[in-house]
């Protein structure tokens, strides 16, 4: 490992935005706020950047990284575009979704984990739409977190599992999602599939393709397995502290069990969380990875945390995160 850096926090000022960029533009990794989590970027179109961002997150070879986009025209520079596509782009775009597409031949395999696919994503975020337009490429950038931990949504979250690996971090405040995109594999128009559950959901993508779309198996495969399913580890998001999670939570746990309803309002004991402020699963999935991070951070023996109801449109999504976050190390 190279020696430690200083980590610095930056407001989105221009002056700032226009100094990230030059940073991006020479190589070096910027991690920034998008609607979703935060990302670590780097020129998608430098290997040396990309393997940067790799070495930066312990992340394994074989797992691809997401590539950002400002317009949708250097999307289709970067794939064969399809009709699929177009109409999920015109609908979603720019927001949390994100598709898999067959790649055009100039996209480093580094990105893509020498696959023939890319995942492309058009953000939404003021703040990474400036970036993109400052460092004028496109970018790619996981969530930016060490590989297998919890995902940040604050750049103090950033600077906690990142600082010493990286120079800069541009501050937007926390995510308004909370959770990662929704990936879509679109290589196939007629038969798509989500790969990884987030904000948009089957039934959104399904009403504007008009056909239906197949939501993600909820059998996760082993790592020796995700080279050919990236992305559905059984363990990730993973906090230190032993998780379970439940429908409904036990009458009693030890006093130095955490205890987090999915949605309470009189909490009596200072074990007590609740996860949801509203009763929404939208609230709990922006609340999510910044509780996990806190209960991990305490002195709990374990956590013991309500799943999202069934009935919520955010159930899948919030529920196969808190899914993999609570799967023991095999
Ligand atoms: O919301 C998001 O998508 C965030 C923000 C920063 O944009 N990014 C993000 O990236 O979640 P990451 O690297 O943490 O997750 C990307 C997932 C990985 O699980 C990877 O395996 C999958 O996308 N992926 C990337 N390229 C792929 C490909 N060609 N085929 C299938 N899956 C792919
Ligand atoms: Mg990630």
């Known amino acids: 490992m190279s020696p430690a850096l200083v980590t610095r926090l930056y407001q989105g000022t221009p002056h700032n935005l226009r100094m990230l960029g030059a940073r991006l533009r020479r190589g070096e990794l910027v991690a920034a706020p998008t609607e979703t989590v935060y990302g670590l970027a780097g020129d998608a179109m430098n290997v040396a950047a990309c393997e940067a961002i790799f070495a930066a997150k312990e992340r394994p070879a074989n797992d691809p990284l997401i590539v950002h986009v400002r317009q949708r025209a250097e999307a289709k520079k970067l794939t064969r575009w399809n009709d699929a596509a177009e109409a999920v782009a015109r609908a979603f775009w720019p927001g949390p979704l994100t598709m898999v597409l067959p790649k055009r031949e100039h996209v480093p395999d580094i990105v893509t984990s020498g696959r023939p696919s ?11 739409r400036k970036l993109l337009a400052a460092a004028d490429r496109p970018l790619a950038a996981p969530s930016a977190n060490p590989f297998g931990y919890i995902s940040p949504t604050t750049a103090q979250h950033v600077k906690a599992s990142l600082g010493g690996r990286i120079r800069s971090i541009l501050d937007g405040g926390p995510c308004a999602i909370g959770i990662e995109s929704t990936i879509v594999d679109l290589r196939d128009p007629a038969h798509p599939t989500v790969l990884r559950p987030g904000a948009i959901t089957a039934d959104q993508l399904s009403r504007v393709l008009g ?5 993600p198996k909820v059998n996760t495969v082993s790592h020796s397995q995700a080279a050919d399913a990236p992305g559905m580890l059984e363990r990730h998001y993973s906090p230190s502290t032993p998780l379970t999670l439940h429908d409904t939570l036990p009458g009693y746990t030890g006093t130095r069990e955490a205890r987090v309803y999915f949605h309470r309002a009189d909490l009596s004991g200072s074990n007590e969380y609740s996860l949801s402020t509203d009763g929404s699963g939208e609230s709990a999935a922006r609340r999510m990875f910044a509780m996990l991070r806190e ?36």
Request: aromatic share 6%; glycine share 2%.
């Open 118 to 128: 890319v995942a492309i994503r058009m953000p939404q975020h003021p703040l990474f």
């Open 211 to 215: 056909v239906t779309v197949r939501a």
């Open 295 to 330: 209960l991990d951070a305490g002195d709990w023996s374990h956590i013991h945390l309500e799943r999202v109801p069934r009935e919520d449109p955010w159930a899948p999504s919030v529920n196969d995160r808190l899914r993999r976050a609570a799967a023991r190390s095999s």
